[in-house]
């Protein structure tokens, strides 16, 4: 065997095992827990095999879901120490950073409204908000806030439309047992520039207001128009703008 030979078997002898040695980066999974009880088990037996895939996890629990589920019992699957709940600004920056993806286990219908309407006045809702306009790929769980769960059909066709914001959104709506397939190339939201709506109304209620969120308009109305303090506040809270023109 010649030097040169011998060079090139030691060279790969080496590579081989320092390539053994180098462990994959950790991918980092934002869990936000809402307060919903349906399909929790399968999701935390879905959150294992993330586990086993190479993520580690920061763990949010809105306040209903502190109320409703075992947070030792999340603790000890999910192999977490801390879980973070609202009332802990002073985490948010650390709850952000490098993450990788969102899951949202356990999703109400509570929070499926908000999230729709663009509400980020808890911890979980700021969060999945924070987690859309970055274009984080988000993956949640339907089985808590399964519209065809309502025997009203009203009642259903409200719950159906938040479902389909939602995947506007980017979320990617999936049974509890399935949470961890989130595919890679989701489709996230593209910035739609907001369309400006003339109401010649006399009076501009919150109904209005939450009919232009859900058309992603801004509202135009006449100097002489009432507008309802409760139609201000939600705005103010979902993010419609109002106008007066002339």
Request: glycine share 6%.
């Given at each position: 065997?010649?030097?040169d030979e011998m060079i090139e078997i030691i060279v790969k002898e080496v590579v081989k095992r320092i390539n053994s040695e180098i462990q994959p980066p950790k991918k980092e999974a934002l869990l936000i827990f809402t307060g919903a009880i349906s399909g929790c088990n399968d999701a935390l037996n879905a959150l294992k095999k993330m586990g086993k895939e190479g993520y580690n996890f920061k763990v949010v629990l809105s306040e209903s879901a502190q109320q409703i589920l075992d947070?030792?019992?999340i603790k000890e699957e999910l192999d977490v120490t801390d879980i973070y709940v609202d009332g802990t600004p002073e985490n948010v920056d650390y709850l952000k950073r490098d993450i990788d993806k969102i899951v949202i286990p356990t999703l109400t219908r509570n929070s499926a409204a908000k999230i729709a309407m663009g509400i980020s006045d808890t911890l979980a809702t700021y969060l999945v908000s924070w987690g859309i306009m970055s274009n984080i790929p988000i993956v949640a769980?339907?089985?808590?806030?399964?519209?065809?769960k309502s025997k009203s059909s009203a009642?259903?066709?409200m719950l159906n439309n938040n479902i389909e914001i939602l995947k506007e959104y980017g979320i990617a709506l999936k049974e509890a047992k399935d949470i961890y397939k989130c595919e890679k190339n989701i489709v996230q939201?593209?910035?739609k520039k907001e369309k400006e709506v003339f109401l010649e109304k006399?009076?501009?209620?919150?109904?209005?207001?939450?009919n232009a969120k859900n058309n992603n308009q801004q509202i135009l109305v006449s100097k002489n128009t009432i507008i309802t303090q409760l139609a201000t506040d939600i705005a103010r809270q979902i993010g419609v703008t109002i106008k007066t023109t002339n």
């Open positions: 065997m010649g030097f947070q030792d019992k769980s339907i089985d808590g806030c399964n519209p065809q009642y259903r066709d939201c593209e910035y006399k009076l501009i209620t919150r109904e209005d207001v939450i």
